[in-house]
C-alpha cells in the first residue's frame, strides 16, 4: 500500500462560473463542508498527505495550516496534473502514490482502499479507479477507458475515471513538457501493457460543475 497520496486542488475551477471567481474549486462546501476536506477523510492513516495549489492558493494553504498536510505551490504558472505531479514529487518521495481529485463525492467503500486490495506493482505502473456510467452521478459526456479481462485500460470505452488511483512515478521523467497531462503518462503505460483499471462498487458524483453540488449531497445523504 503507498504510503504518499497527492490531492489534487490548483485548477482554476472554470466550469464552477461564478462559484470560483472569489474562491477554489476545493473550498466549495458540499454538505457542510468543503470539498477538500472531503477528499481529506479518504487520506487518514496516510503517511505523507500533499496538496497542490495554484489558483488561490492562499486560501488552501491557510485552510491547511494547522496540519501535517504539505502544499506544493504552483508558481508562475498551473502546471497540469502530471507537471504538478512531477513538481510535487520531493515532498511525496520516490515510491508509488495515491492520487486524488478533489471535486467529487463518493458513497460506498474507501476508494484508496479498493485501490490498495487490487494493486500489483509486479503487473502494474498505474491503477486507476474507474466506475460505470450508471453509478456516475453528475458526469457529462461518456466514459474514458474500457477494462479489458485481464484488467488493462483502453481507450474508448464506457467507464468513467474517477480521479483515484495508484501510480508509479520515476517515468515521469521521460516527458520533457513542464506542463503536461497524467494522460501522457498513461499512454507510456499503455504501449506496454501496465495501465489497469478496477471498478468501484459503490457511488461517484463528479462535483466539478453547479449542478453537481445538489446531486452530491442527494446521493450523500441518500
Same mark, same amino acid.
Given at each position: 500500500m503507498p504510503d504518499a497520496v497527492m490531492l489534487f486542488a490548483a485548477g482554476f475551477g472554470t466550469r464552477m462560473g461564478a462559484l470560483t471567481k472569489d474562491k477554489p474549486k476545493p473550498m466549495i462546501p458540499v454538505a457542510g463542508k468543503p470539498l477538500l476536506d472531503h477528499a481529506l477523510d479518504l487520506t487518514e492513516g496516510v503517511t505523507t498527505r500533499v496538496v497542490n495549489a495554484h489558483y488561490h492558493a492562499d486560501q488552501i494553504k491557510a485552510h491547511l495550516s494547522d496540519t501535517d498536510i504539505s502544499v506544493s505551490s504552483e508558481t508562475p504558472e498551473i502546471l497540469d496534473?502530471?507537471? !504538478?505531479?512531477?513538481?510535487?514529487?520531493? #515532498?511525496? !518521495?520516490?515510491?508509488?502514490?495515491?492520487? #486524488?481529485?478533489t471535486d467529487a463525492a463518493w458513497r460506498g467503500p474507501n476508494p484508496l482502499h479498493q485501490l490498495a486490495k487490487t494493486w500489483d506493482p509486479d503487473t502494474m505502473d498505474a491503477l486507476l479507479l474507474c466506475v460505470p456510467l450508471d453509478r456516475a452521478i453528475g458526469r457529462k459526456g461518456g466514459g474514458d477507458f474500457d477494462i479489458g479481462s485481464d484488467g488493462q485500460l483502453t481507450r474508448p470505452g464506457d467507464v468513467v475515471f474517477t480521479g483515484a488511483q495508484i501510480i508509479k512515478t520515476d517515468r515521469l521523467a521521460e516527458i520533457e513538457e513542464t506542463v503536461f497531462s497524467l494522460r501522457e503518462l498513461w499512454s507510456l503505460m499503455a504501449d506496454t501493457g501496465r495501465l489497469h483499471g478496477a471498478?468501484?462498487?459503490?457511488?461517484?458524483?463528479?462535483?466539478?460543475?453547479?449542478?453537481?453540488?445538489?446531486l452530491a449531497e442527494d446521493m450523500l445523504h441518500g
Open positions: 496534473t502530471g507537471g !504538478g505531479l512531477r513538481h510535487a514529487l520531493p #515532498l511525496l !518521495g520516490t515510491n508509488p502514490v495515491y492520487t #486524488l481529485n471498478l468501484y462498487p459503490g457511488q461517484w458524483c463528479d462535483v466539478g460543475h453547479p449542478d453537481g453540488i445538489a
